[in-house]
């Protein structure tokens, strides 16, 4: 037996369910990348299974149809969109809120195909995607609540005023990446002043409660 064979039965071999994990995080890896270049109706399964040199009975074995791929492919990419937005927790407030911006913005500068697909849902009126959208925005107010707060429990006046704000955030990133006239730098500043606005208003429309009194002087 030559050596590196002997290597490669030395190592311990992946149980089916890591063979199992590995299997379905490629087929997305690859599906991500088939999507980014091609509309959902314009890809059959045939026309995917083809792309990826795959036979067309692994992708169903995983995913069950050609839906349930485009979601789990869509999920992928929101856990992406997420944790480049929530990076720096450990940052003094401000520079945590233009972190979590900017790596909003970077994540949708780097990867269009699937930040149109979360933010616009991709394949028409569908009830799963556009609740994993929704639960991106909830994520993004937790995450700026946090930043901006110090918390991600905050009143419903304070939720609504930051979620129009992700709203618009997702309207005008979708602009600029079909029409890059400003750079990141500048993009990221606009956002985070425009927010800055918005919790002026939040602050004047629901002021946080008057500080408790001081004690009475002992004695």
Sequence with gaps: MKISEQRDAARPRPRGTERSHARRAELIAIGRKLFADTSYDALSMDDIARQAHVAKGLIYYYFRSKRGYYLAIVQDSVADLVTFASKGLGLPARDRVERTVDGYLRYAEHNQAAYRTIVSGGVG???????????????????????????????????????????????????????????????????????????????????????????????
């Design 125 to 219: 009126f569908d009830t799963e995607v556009q609740a994993i959208r929704d639960g991106v925005r909830e994520a993004i107010v937790a995450t700026i609540a946090e930043g901006a707060y110090g918390r991600r429990e905050i009143t419903p006046l304070a939720r609504m005023g930051l979620l129009g704000w992700v709203c618009g955030v997702e309207g005008a990133t979708l602009d600029w990446i079909d029409r890059p006239g400003l750079s990141r730098d500048v993009m990221r500043e606009l956002l985070v002043r425009t927010l800055g606005g918005a919790m002026r208003a939040i602050e004047e429309l629901d002021p946080p409660p008057p500080a408790p009194p001081p004690p009475p002087p002992a004695g």
